[in-house]
């Protein structure tokens, strides 16, 4: 979810008396519901601000995509990025050449700060399509081999399941096929969020199974 820097929407700010001029240099364009307003490679760069209408921002690679961001009311956004733009419901843009705006942002800090929050949606985002990418196949060898362990070689207790596992950190990745350091991030988060537990070195414990076998599709946002 975006982080709003300000209480102030930018378009209540562009509605007050001293911005009209600034109002008046925007095109309103009305683009239906679910039509692309640019995707990459766009011919023009123009830079709009969302006046009505929810707008989905996503990468598309071969056959996947990846959404980055859902665009609101009062948000910006421009058309010269890698990305492409759908309008989720009828939508209105107001519209203005992207060189432009840049003459106004000294001028109109609200646009700054929903830039930012705009793009620290989108940064957010992109760490968790990496975390996804990067980590998940890890994440899901790492899981399986624990569930194993515990499952043949544990103890059944109150606590969860006891089992004991002599191995440094560099054999288990050569096991699982990663690097230590992905191995070490992996293991101190699954310690971090609970799903498993380390008394010492050798000594682990996995508190409750389904929450080890759900930890590969990740923790839900809260
Ligand atoms: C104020 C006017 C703006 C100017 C002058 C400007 C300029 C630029 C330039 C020169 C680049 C590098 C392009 C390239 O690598 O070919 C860029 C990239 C980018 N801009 Fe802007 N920008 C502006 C506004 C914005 C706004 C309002 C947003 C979104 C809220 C934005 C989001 C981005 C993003 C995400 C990229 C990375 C593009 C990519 O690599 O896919 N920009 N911008």
């Known amino acids: ?12 700010e562009l509605e007050k008396p001293e911005n009209q001029s600034f109002l008046s240099e925007f095109s309103e364009k ?3 519901k679910n039509s692309l307003v640019c995707s990459p490679g766009h011919e023009t760069d123009r830079v709009f601000i969302v006046r009505q209408g929810r707008l989905r921002i996503y990468l ?15 948000d910006i956004y421009v058309t010269h990025t890698r990305a492409h733009v759908v309008t989720l419901d009828q939508a209105i843009l107001l519209e203005m050449e ?24 989108l940064l957010g985002q992109s760490f968790s399509i990496i975390d996804s990418l990067v980590f998940k196949d890890i994440r899901q060898r790492l899981t399986d081999f624990f569930l194993y362990e515990g499952q043949h070689n544990g103890t059944v207790t109150d606590g969860g399941i006891l089992f004991s596992l002599d191995l440094t950190t560099t054999q288990l990745a050569a096991i699982v096929g990663a690097s ?12 971090k ?6 008394s010492n070195r050798t000594s682990y414990c996995i ?13 839900p946002e809260k």
């Open 1 to 12: 979810m975006k982080r709003k820097f300000s209480t102030i929407n930018l378009l209540t």
């Open 30 to 32: 009305i683009y239906p």
């Open 60 to 74: 598309a690679v071969e056959d996947k995509d990846f959404s980055l961001a859902i665009l609101e009311p009062g």
């Open 98 to 121: 992207t060189g432009r705006l840049h003459a106004h942002m000294a001028t109109q800090p609200a646009l700054s700060r929903t830039i930012i929050s705009v793009l620290g949606e």
């Open 180 to 191: 230590r350091q992905t191995v070490s991030t992996i293991i101190s988060n699954m310690l």
């Open 193 to 198: 969020e609970g799903v498993l537990q380390k």
């Open 207 to 219: 508190p409750h199974v389904d929450l080890l076998r759900n930890y590969p599709q990740g923790i």
